[in-house]
């Protein structure tokens, strides 16, 4: 079968595909950058059977005007850029990966947490702007401690939480949400749960508790979400989840923005409520340079990029090529977006 490949993907995974007898052409994003419009993808899929994206728009147009008969999407989410139900009304099945990102993410969330707690980019940022610096000349010592101690020092105003012994609100139990919760208990943290579709025995396995939300919310010292936005659990985070939280919680959200209600989130932040806050998504993104959250020393921001791992693109080159190499075998691999395409 002809292959054509836009997205990120490892040498090793084209080495594969080649030793099973197709033809592999490369371009796009993946390869050069630069996002092919609709048009572009069209001319560069040209008549291959198969097509392996990342975030170039897949549309009607684009299905209708190739003859592709299965695509493999990188993404955890692939109905982002990809119209499913016309792939579907085509008979294409469009395979995904799940969990590819649940590693780095998780990892960074961890980091995101003692972050908070410790108030290390705080701290950092203050050392590179000269707050706690020395001024010019003859200053500095290797005796024991020199900083300033007085109040305003860094020893006294900057001392942070340790995570031992702390509860942490996991909201949403998936990959991540568990992996999350593995690396949290290196740190000896007590970890509660909410995620109406897990039971009680899978979240006790992972030495976790599960809880109803409000329950979770009411006892949590770090707040940490996990879950994708559905119809029912859109902006499930509102006024009345905040006000019954701890006063000085900590809330963490490597998942999706829309889970919180955005206007009480910022309020809870104005009113000091929070004790800190770490977002890695955002309800606009990118997010607006006058954004108020830049006035919070309490708060970090980064650009979405919990899931960017090193390791990423190899693990999910190898997920979408076994798959690939299992259907194509006449096998059915799981992570299937529409698996009633087989039912026609």
Same mark, same amino acid.
């Given at each position: 079968?002809?292959?054509?490949?836009?997205?990120?993907?490892?040498?090793?995974? #084209?080495?594969?595909?080649?030793?099973?007898?197709?033809?592999?052409?490369?371009? /796009? %994003?993946?390869?050069? =950058?630069?996002?092919?419009?609709?048009?572009?993808?069209?001319?560069?899929?040209?008549?291959?059977?198969?097509?392996?994206? /990342?975030?170039?728009?897949?549309?009607?147009?684009?299905?209708?005007?190739?003859?592709?008969?299965?695509? =493999?999407?990188?993404?955890?989410?692939? +109905?982002?850029?990809?119209?499913?139900? $016309?792939?579907?009304?085509?008979? #294409?099945?469009?395979?995904?990966?799940?969990?590819?990102?649940?590693?780095?993410?998780?990892?960074?969330?961890?980091?995101? #947490?003692?972050?908070?707690? +410790?108030?290390?980019?705080?701290?950092?940022?203050?050392?590179?702007?000269?707050?706690?610096?020395?001024?010019?000349?003859?200053?500095?010592?290797?005796?024991?401690?020199?900083?300033?101690?007085?109040?305003?020092?860094? %020893?006294?105003?900057?001392?942070?939480?340790?995570?031992?012994?702390?509860?942490?609100?996991?909201?949403? !139990?998936?990959?991540?949400?568990?992996?999350?919760?593995? +690396?949290?208990?290196?740190?000896?943290?007590?970890?509660?749960?909410?995620?109406?579709?897990?039971?009680?025995?899978?979240? $006790?396995?992972?030495?976790?508790?599960?809880?109803?939300?409000?329950?979770?919310?009411?006892?949590?010292?770090?707040? =940490?979400?996990?879950?994708?936005?559905?119809?029912?659990?859109?902006?499930?985070?509102?006024?009345?989840?905040? $006000?019954?939280?701890?006063?000085?919680? !900590?809330?963490?959200?490597?998942?999706?923005? /829309?889970?919180?209600?955005?206007?009480?989130?910022?309020? $809870?932040?104005?009113?000091?409520?929070?004790?800190?806050?770490?977002?890695?998504?955002?309800?606009?993104?990118?997010?607006? +340079?006058?954004?108020?959250?830049?006035?919070?020393?309490?708060?970090?921001?980064?650009?979405?990029?919990?899931?960017?791992?090193?390791?990423?693109?190899?693990?999910?080159?190898?997920?979408?090529?076994?798959?690939?190499?299992?259907?194509?075998?006449?096998?059915?691999?799981?992570?299937?977006?529409?698996?009633?395409?087989?039912?026609?």
């Amino acid at each position: 079968m002809e292959i054509y490949i836009c997205a990120d993907f490892a040498q090793d995974g #084209i080495e594969m595909l080649k030793a099973a007898g197709h033809t592999v052409r490369t371009g /796009g %994003w993946g390869y050069t =950058s630069n996002m092919l419009n609709e048009d572009e993808m069209i001319k560069e899929i040209g008549d291959a059977d198969v097509l392996f994206v /990342g975030y170039e728009p897949i549309t009607r147009k684009v299905l209708e005007n190739t003859h592709l008969k299965v695509i =493999s999407s990188i993404r955890g989410g692939p +109905r982002a850029n990809i119209d499913v139900d $016309a792939a579907t009304e085509l008979g #294409i099945p469009v395979f995904f990966t799940f969990g590819r990102e649940a590693l780095p993410v998780a990892d960074f969330t961890i980091g995101l #947490i003692l972050a908070l707690a +410790r108030k290390i980019v705080r701290a950092d940022s203050e050392l590179h702007r000269g707050v706690f610096t020395a001024p010019a000349g003859e200053f500095g010592s290797d005796k024991d401690v020199i900083w300033d101690m007085d109040p305003v020092g860094p %020893w006294q105003s900057r001392k942070g939480m340790e995570l031992e012994g702390k509860v942490l609100g996991l909201v949403g !139990f998936g990959t991540v949400g568990r992996q999350v919760a593995q +690396r949290a208990k290196g740190f000896d943290m007590d970890i509660l749960v909410y995620d109406p579709y897990q039971s009680a025995e899978n979240i $006790a396995a992972c030495g976790c508790k599960k809880v109803e939300l409000n329950d979770l919310l009411q006892s949590a010292d770090f707040v =940490s979400f996990h879950a994708k936005v559905t119809d029912d659990n859109k902006n499930m985070i509102s006024y009345d989840q905040f $006000a019954m939280m701890k006063d000085g919680v !900590f809330v963490v959200n490597t998942a999706r923005a /829309g889970l919180v209600d955005e206007q009480a989130m910022r309020e $809870a932040l104005r009113s000091g409520k929070l004790g800190g806050l770490a977002l890695d998504v955002f309800h606009a993104e990118p997010v607006k +340079r006058d954004d108020e959250y830049f006035d919070y020393p309490n708060v970090i921001l980064t650009p979405h990029i919990a899931g960017a791992g090193r390791d990423v693109i190899y693990l999910q080159t190898v997920m979408l090529v076994n798959d690939l190499l299992l259907y194509l075998a006449g096998g059915m691999p799981k992570p299937i977006v529409n698996p009633e395409v087989f039912k026609k």
